[in-house]
């Protein structure tokens, strides 16, 4: 992963648009909804297989810039067909899509709520482990 980003920012210069298709199945249904996310990153608008991965990041309502799209070859052809013929509307669709993903799954923000949640984890389990020995003895 640590060489993909640097090689997919050098490939985006002439994109309008990221397809993330990805096929209904035992193995995908443990896929995380990343692919999207990399994509926003980069501020390209996104189609988007309509499978629960990409459903449980972007909600009952799709940010602009996010399109699910039904898995069969009609529906794909027919979605990408239709985007590419409003290429103007691509990019600020794209720069909403990147605003949306650094709002709402940047790390930085949430950080200090991550630190208080390892903080208690750490002291309910020192508690726990202390009072056992206490028990014990």
């Given at each position: ?9 050098t ?17 995908n ?26 459903q ?13 799209v ?10 990408i ?5 409003q ?10 899509l ?40």
């Amino acid at each position: 992963y640590s060489h993909f980003v640097p090689w997919l920012k050098t490939q985006i210069w002439d994109v309008d648009l990221a397809i993330a298709p990805l096929t209904q199945g035992e193995f995908n249904r443990f896929k995380s909804g990343l692919k999207v996310l990399d994509y926003a990153a980069l501020g390209l608008p996104v189609l988007a297989s309509n499978v629960p991965s990409y459903q449980d990041l972007v909600g009952p309502q799709p940010p602009v810039g996010v399109l699910l799209v039904q898995n069969s070859v009609e529906a794909w052809a027919q979605t990408i067909e239709t985007k590419l013929n409003q290429r103007s509307e691509l990019h600020k669709q794209g720069q909403t899509l990147r605003e949306w993903a650094f709002e709402n799954h940047a790390l930085q923000p949430t950080l200090e709520a991550y630190d208080k949640l390892i903080l208690t984890v750490v002291t309910e389990a020192k508690l726990k482990t202390e009072s056992a020995t206490e028990a014990n003895s």
